[in-house]
């Protein structure tokens, strides 16, 4: 299927905007990614780990737990909720993580019960797919690590921006290509750099 919008965005109970936001306000988020992002943008604010689904946490926004929520656009889209969203950060601001906004459907090759997934496939999603997971492949990394990456195709190129926090601080990488494996890789060798 096509993917859904990869951003991550901010909510808030009042539309704030992340440079609205007073000092020490606390944003809910479970990932070290979206973490480091967000503290690259503003290092004065609290961070708290947030469980439940999209909707419990959003609630846990609206009754004061949190003074924002940080979640990616995707997620809202599935549910309806797009409205919700207080800001969508540029991908320079915050690099979504690796295959934010796709969704994937295995199946064995050779069960015509599964024959039907060549017809919803997106190319594109496809190879943006591949090259973000090659990134994180070749880092060594899972989702629970501090590094984010984006791939954008479009007639036969493939535009990727990644980012690797780490003791040293943020380090942010742009290429073209228009083999998704060899991009992804490449892309992980240099932010590493």
């Not at 606390?26 to 992002?37: K, L």
């Not at 017809?119 to 492949?137: H, N, P, W």
């Amino acid at each position: 299927p096509e993917r859904l919008t990869p951003n991550d965005v901010l909510i808030t109970p009042n539309g704030a905007r992340l440079s609205d936001l007073p000092s020490d306000s606390i944003i809910g988020t479970g990932s070290p990614r979206r973490r480091a992002e967000i503290s690259h943008l503003r290092t004065d604010l609290k961070f708290k780990k947030i469980r439940g689904n999209v909707d419990t946490r959003i609630k846990k926004v609206e009754s004061g737990d949190f003074d924002g929520l940080i979640t990616s656009m995707a997620a809202l889209e599935r549910l309806g909720l797009e409205e919700k969203a207080s800001q969508k950060f540029d991908f320079e601001e915050v690099v979504p993580a690796a295959g934010q906004g796709s969704l994937g459907v295995v199946g064995r090759k050779d069960d015509e019960k599964t024959s039907f997934l060549g017809e919803i496939s997106d190319e594109k999603a496809r190879l943006e797919s591949i090259c973000e997971r090659a990134f994180l492949r070749e880092l060594g990394l899972g989702c629970k690590a501090g590094a984010g990456v984006l791939a954008r195709a479009k007639d036969n190129e493939i535009k990727t921006l990644a980012v690797l926090h780490d003791s040293e601080g943020r380090h942010l990488v742009k290429l073209r290509g228009s083999d998704p494996v060899e991009l992804g890789e490449k892309a992980a060798r240099e932010v590493r750099e």
